[in-house]
């Protein structure tokens, strides 16, 4: 069995955003050489979060943002010092981590399905961090 470790540095720009990263995931899977295996996808930021979603029209990543500040919105009741709690429930409902098979040196995608960065407390500098596994 195969290892291929590699970061992906993502710049936000927004206090929320969605970040579609598949070409870029693409082509570490094309750089790894695994032909069949997994590949796993990690945010270590609590308060940004990884998805996947439609990627044909861009009102779903807008109705998500809006549904998740609908939820989860800027409270002065919260608590954190910070002042950016509904960030930090944003990622955890969310996620920090997304799985994807590998085959034929392809990540196994449906026809609609794209890979989200989701920012919640931008803008800044991000990482993904990513590990290719497989022969």
Same mark, same amino acid.
């Given at each position: 069995? =195969?290892?291929?470790?590699?970061?992906? #540095?993502?710049?936000?720009?927004? @206090?929320?955003?969605? $970040? @579609? $990263?598949?070409?870029?995931?693409?082509?570490? +899977?094309?750089?790894? *050489? !695994?032909?069949?295996?997994?590949?796993?996808?990690?945010?270590?930021?609590?308060?940004?979060?990884?998805? !996947?979603?439609?990627?044909?029209? &861009?009102? +779903? =990543? =807008? %109705?998500?943002?809006?549904?998740?500040?609908?939820?989860?919105?800027?409270?002065?009741?919260?608590?954190?010092?910070?002042?950016?709690?509904?960030?930090? !429930? =944003?990622?955890?409902? $969310?996620?920090?981590? #997304?799985?994807?098979?590998?085959? %034929?040196? #392809?990540? *196994?995608?449906?026809?609609?399905?794209? !890979?989200?960065?989701?920012?919640?407390?931008? &803008?800044?500098?991000? #990482?993904?961090?990513?590990? $290719?596994?497989?022969?």
């Amino acid at each position: 069995m =195969k290892i291929y470790n590699d970061l992906l #540095q993502v710049k936000t720009n927004k @206090d929320e955003e969605m $970040i @579609d $990263i598949t070409e870029k995931v693409s082509e570490f +899977v094309k750089e790894s *050489k !695994i032909q069949n295996g997994m590949v796993h996808l990690f945010v270590a930021h609590t308060t940004a979060a990884i998805t !996947i979603n439609e990627n044909t029209d &861009p009102n +779903v =990543k =807008k %109705d998500v943002l809006l549904s998740l500040r609908h939820a989860f919105p800027i409270e002065k009741e919260f608590l954190h010092f910070e002042g950016n709690s509904h960030a930090h !429930i =944003k990622s955890s409902v $969310i996620g920090n981590t #997304q799985s994807l098979i590998v085959e %034929d040196n #392809q990540l *196994k995608l449906g026809r609609w399905q794209a !890979i989200y960065f989701c920012e919640f407390d931008g &803008p800044r500098q991000r #990482q993904v961090y990513i590990q $290719i596994m497989g022969e």
